[in-house]
């Protein structure tokens, strides 16, 4: 699975700020506005001279909620992987098994130092 995200600058029009848009697998699952200033009543402020910060921070407000989420999905993509993996110490080294649609995909082995090499090799396969 493949996660990203999508900033894009709201025209002052409609009140300005930042669109996010979530996107998993290349389709756009969600996001949201995140406008320039707070209002109570659900309406920004014109605009103003000298508004470049409220600016920059609804995008660092858009920006960090897009990295929450990808921190999320990635975590649960890799607790998902997580399932499909073991490690094993051998008398000679480290032995590990990959496992894809409950069928042994591959089989890793090394020496006693070949430990952080198998978990690399964790890692590609879990990020495919």
């Given amino acids: 699975m493949i996660f990203t995200y999508n900033l894009t600058p709201r025209s002052?029009?409609?009140?300005?700020?930042?669109r996010l848009h979530l996107i998993e697998n290349a389709t756009d699952v969600g996001g949201g506005i995140f406008l320039p200033?707070?209002?109570?009543?659900?309406?920004?402020p014109p605009p103003r001279e000298g508004d470049d910060d409220d600016f920059d921070k609804?995008?660092?407000?858009?920006?960090?909620?897009?990295?929450?989420?990808?921190?999320?999905?990635?975590?649960?993509?890799?607790?998902?992987?997580?399932?499909?993996y073991e490690i094993k110490a051998t008398r000679t080294g480290w032995k590990g098994r990959l496992y894809k649609d409950g069928h042994v995909h591959a089989v890793l082995s090394g020496g006693p130092d070949s430990y952080e090499v198998l978990l690399h090799e964790i890692s590609e396969f879990c990020d495919t």
């Fill in 12 to 18: 002052a029009e409609v009140g300005g700020g930042w």
């Fill in 37 to 44: 200033h707070s209002s109570t009543t659900g309406s920004p």
């Fill in 58 to 84: 609804a995008f660092a407000n858009a920006d960090a909620e897009a990295k929450l989420w990808l921190r999320e999905h990635k975590l649960l993509t890799k607790q998902q992987c997580a399932k499909a």
